[in-house]
């Protein structure tokens, strides 16, 4: 029996119908040459062969009485592969357009409380004779670094398939009837235990919050620079309260060509990520004459997690980056933006010590959850001030190719979160020397045809970055892949439309999501 931590089960009390709290990918395999068998059915014996080996995959939920504290995570005994394991084949042609509003709506459905918290689709039929993968976890047992963990447990780095250690024998425990009483003296335990450790804490942090205002206060702004931006987010389209419908679309670009870029103009690999998303989110709303005269902000989740760390939890926070929309000048503005995610950094990596408490709260499950209903149900997230105005993330992922059940994987697109007040979510992930981007957005807020609209915009933003003057002394760490740009601080945290209807921006933006397929 092992107790949720607050940040943990958040996820679960901020879930709504319209808020499914899940995090996803999509993957492309090459099925080896002459591969005649079935490709289901060799996927779901690999996995249930390593099940024991990833706990995100083997324990479910057992909820406190009367939600007066958080639940706790116990083994299930009866795990069914027939459900969690599904096949789904696409009508003809099978192209990327239809795959993506397939995942668009697998992405938009709860997952099933009372069994462990996660489902995996085999896909078939698409028109290239590749299989595609999509899978789906709870946040609340896995944020994006623990994400890439679980992929190793369930991948291998050659054709062979690797022989796993089998399981040890258990006997079946019925832990989730677990009685009132055991429960309770559970979630007294484990508050106890949380106080003191507050308590103990409390110098650090304390040190931690002097420091970092040290820090702000220290920062000096170099002469045609902005300062770091305390204030509000303007209001957008993107800060509505949303439906559970989602809208999604993918692009792929050579991570060398990043690097080299970043090297070449100046900036990190998430610098370059940044300011693609500045300039395409800036296209995107000022063509619908919908761009405030203030900057927009991205909200980037914060890595937490200590080096070496592999537990499967949520260890993140995060941080305003300002997207200097309001600077026409894209040299000025890529200066702008790179200045402001790296004094973010500097702040959160004095505050560390301290955002990482966990802080127990009796009754706050049941308070939590009418808060997430309250704020959907009443569009209060419209009526709000914004914090920020998109999240955009970015999840270091393996450098060499992975492969499952003997399938190359060629692509590993990242599906994500949007939520209240924030209806677009940009993440992006690293593999096997391509950076893949995944866009996932409320559908009301994002058409389709608007989310592969962005990922044009995206496209002609890498060009105008490319077209920026060389830097004459780019800084060192110009050239770092983006899991050496982010921690020990963050990482920007950081798993073609169809007939008739396929529109030019998803042709080109279709074309360069199979670069290097």
């Known amino acids: 029996m092992d107790q949720l931590s607050s940040i943990d089960a958040s996820f679960l009390h901020f879930e709504t119908p319209e808020t499914p709290m899940h995090v996803g990918s999509l993957m492309l395999f090459e099925l080896p040459a002459g591969y005649e068998g079935d490709y289901y ?171 970092a205002a040290g820090v702000i206060a220290s920062q000096r702004t170099p002469e045609g620079e902005r300062p770091l931006n305390l204030g509000l987010a303007p209001k957008t389209i993107f800060n509505q309260s949303i439906t559970n419908q989602r809208s999604y679309s993918t692009l792929t670009v050579p991570l060398s060509d990043i690097k080299a870029l970043g090297k070449r103009v100046g900036g990190t690999v998430n610098t370059i990520v940044m300011a693609a998303c500045s300039i395409a989110l800036e296209r995107f709303l000022k063509e619908r004459d919908l761009l405030p005269k203030e900057a927009l902000i991205a909200m980037v989740p914060v890595s937490l997690r200590a080096e070496g760390d592999t537990s499967m939890n949520n260890q993140v926070s995060s941080v305003r980056v300002d997207l200097a929309t309001d600077i026409a000048d894209i040299p000025a503005r890529f200066k702008a933006i790179h200045a402001s995610s ?103 807020v994002v058409s389709q045809e608007e989310s592969w609209e962005i990922v044009k915009h995206l496209q002609d933003a890498l060009k105008a970055i490319e077209a920026l003057p060389p830097v004459v002394a780019p800084p060192a760490a110009a050239d770092a892949s983006p899991a050496a740009d982010a921690p020990p601080v963050a990482e920007i945290v950081v798993p073609s439309s169809t007939g008739s209807s396929k529109s030019s921006a998803r042709k080109e933006a279709s074309g360069a999501a199979r670069k290097g397929k």
């Not at 995100?56 to 406190?64: D, E, N, S």
């Not at 459905?109 to 009372?114: A, H, M, Q």
């Not at 308590?199 to 304390?206: D, I, R």
């Not at 970015?394 to 590993?412: E, K």
């Open 41 to 211: 059915e060799d996927v779901k014996a690999m996995i249930g062969k390593r099940l024991h080996l990833a706990s995100v995959l083997t324990r479910k939920l057992a909820p406190m009485p009367f939600e007066l504290a958080e639940p706790v995570w116990i083994e299930d005994d009866d795990i069914d592969l027939d459900y969690h394991i599904r096949t789904v084949t696409l009508r003809r042609p099978g192209t990327m357009a239809q795959l993506e509003q397939l995942v668009a709506r697998l992405h938009s459905t709860l997952l099933d409380r009372s069994r462990p918290l996660w489902e995996m689709y085999v896909i078939d039929g698409l028109e290239n004779g590749q299989m595609a993968f999509y899978t789906k976890a709870h946040h609340s047992g896995v944020d994006g670094k623990a994400g890439v963990e679980l992929a190793k447990v369930l991948y291998d780095t050659s054709p062979k398939i690797r022989e796993v250690p089998p399981p040890r024998r258990k006997r079946s425990s019925g832990q989730y009837q677990l009685g009132v009483t055991e429960l309770l003296q559970a979630a007294t335990t484990n508050a106890a235990q949380q106080y003191r450790k507050i308590v103990e804490a409390l110098p650090s942090t304390a040190k931690a919050f002097a420091t």
């Open 342 to 444: 790296e004094a973010a950094k500097a702040v959160v990596r004095e505050l560390k010590p301290a955002l990482g408490i966990n802080v127990p709260i009796t009754g706050a499950p049941w308070l939590m959850t009418g808060m997430a209903s309250l704020l959907g149900r009443s569009n209060l997230a419209g009526r709000l001030p914004a914090v920020g105005n998109a999240l955009i993330s970015n999840v270091p992922g393996p450098p060499m190719p992975l492969y499952m059940a003997g399938a190359r994987m060629t692509h590993y697109f990242p599906v994500s979160i949007p939520y209240h007040g924030s209806a677009l979510n940009i993440t992006v992930h690293s593999y096997a020397g391509l950076l893949e981007f995944g866009l996932t957005a409320c559908r009301r």
